[in-house]
T-cell receptor, first 114, second 112 residues
């Protein structure tokens, strides 16, 4: 398996623009997580899906952030409108909850909002 | 995992030495613990895990120790190599939950 695949690897955009981050989890994994990483706050959980259903979105900063998982092999995290303080590395991770709670992370998307 | 402020704790060691990275957790209901390694420009990568019914688990060159009495977790790396240089995170999961809580991480620097 290729692991968790995220795109794009880097995104530079201007304040106010819409940003869409994409994630393909490991095939067969039933849980998907979106994390944001900054030096100030470390790794923050944004949202957790189980069997494509959002279970915990308490970490989503505000209404500008939204996440979807239309099927078991694809998820998006959208920021609209983006702001400079959204600049961070965004990670997607998946796990096979039938086995254990071990997370497998993608390589992340480095987002810079100017 | 715990919050330790704005700056990552840093551990500097010489190649060949043993490294010990520590982590505290706060929730006594946590029953599963994981160590991750994050190299520059990459996502965190699983190293080793331990359940609360154990106090020690060994892997290849790594050992995790769990002290539930004081809610403390440590990762020991034997014969540390330059390739071990990375940020190391501990994560704990409360029983019945699938959501790990990550600590802030420790930066390990290995000098050749």
């Amino acid at each position: 398996d290729a692991g968790v695949i995220q795109s794009p690897r880097h995104e530079v955009t201007e304040m106010g623009q819409e940003v869409t981050l994409r994630c393909k989890p490991i095939s067969g994994h039933n849980s998907l997580f979106w994390y944001r990483q900054t030096m100030m706050r470390g790794l923050e959980l944004l949202i957790y899906f189980n069997n494509n259903v959002p279970i915990d979105d308490s970490g989503m900063p505000e209404d500008r952030f939204s996440a979807k998982m239309p099927n078991a092999s694809f998820s998006t995290l959208k920021i609209q409108p983006s702001e400079p303080r959204d600049s961070a590395v965004y990670f997607c991770a998946s796990s096979d909850g039938q086995v254990d709670e071990k997370l497998f992370f993608g390589s992340g998307t480095q987002l810079s909002v100017l | 995992g715990e919050s330790v402020g704005l700056h990552l704790p840093t551990l500097s060691v010489q190649e060949g030495d043993n490294s010990i990275i520590n982590c505290a957790y706060s929730n006594s209901a946590s029953d599963y613990f994981i160590w991750y390694k994050q190299e520059s420009g990459k996502g965190p990568q699983f190293i080793i895990d331990i359940r609360s019914n154990m106090d020690k688990r060994q892997g290849q060159r790594v050992t995790v120790l769990l002290n539930k009495t004081v809610k403390h977790l440590s990762l020991q790396i034997a014969a540390t190599q330059p390739g071990d240089s990375a940020v190391y995170f501990c994560a704990d999961i409360i029983g019945g939950s699938y959501i790990p809580t990550f600590g802030r991480g420790t930066s390990l620097i290995v000098h050749p």
